[in-house]
């Protein structure tokens, strides 16, 4: 995974610079690493964004030592990634099985804190891969209702078309990445987690 270096030393100098402690961690892949606003939405909560590009749940698993090591005990941890996972070839079952150990990491660190998985979303780009899409997101489903404080957020059905596609209004032109009226329905997710975020940060959305 040495294609990661330069994003992991990014995170690392970010964290190093950091003039406070983070409450909220937002980890995960590039729907994270190219929300520009997130932590301007969110400053009320200390919130730092530890995505890197291209990034997979095994990714995330393999790293969180390194990434997390001077990161002291926040209070949320909201994950986003999977989707790359299933574009390499892993199955849906791999997938989970990678999300769970990062989840046991999380918990080994820092105790029983907050922890919240966004669903992997359609995409064009991805459209043959919809049907293990749908499928690992009922598994992680299932596995984030195993504690009181893991939390699910389901975006994947909002994002659909009135045929049941992805629809292309909330995505870049590479059929992959969100745009800004895709962040805007993530946002408004979000928004709807009141038992995650405290009701100063949901008013800025």
């Avoid at 970010?14 to 406070?20: A, C, G, R, S, T």
């Avoid at 690992?136 to 078309?161: G, P, Q, R």
């Amino acid at each position: 995974m040495f294609w990661f270096h330069d994003d992991l030393l990014r995170l690392e100098n970010k964290i190093q610079n950091l003039e406070f402690n983070p409450k909220l961690v937002f980890y995960g892949s590039s729907t994270f690493t190219l929300w520009d606003e997130i932590e301007t939405i969110f400053e009320d909560y200390n919130p730092i964004n530890l995505g890197f590009g291209g990034s997979t749940l095994a990714a995330c698993t393999w790293f969180f030592d390194r990434v997390f090591k001077n990161i002291k005990k926040p209070e949320s941890i909201v994950i986003y990634a999977g989707d790359n996972d299933l574009g390499d070839g892993r199955h849906p079952e791999e997938t989970v099985l990678f999300l769970e150990n990062l989840l046991a990491k999380i918990r080994a660190k820092y105790g029983n804190i907050k922890c919240t998985c966004i669903s992997i979303k359609p995409s064009i780009a991805r459209r043959h891969l919809q049907e293990s899409i749908h499928y690992t997101n009922a598994c992680i489903k299932s596995l984030m209702h195993t504690n009181e404080n893991f939390f699910y957020i389901n975006i994947f059905n909002d994002l659909l078309d009135e045929e049941g596609n992805p629809d292309e209004k909330y995505f870049e032109e590479d059929g992959l990445h969100f745009n800004a009226e895709g962040y805007k329905v993530l946002l408004e997710a979000l928004q709807k987690k009141t038992d995650i975020f405290p009701e100063k940060v949901l008013q800025r959305i």
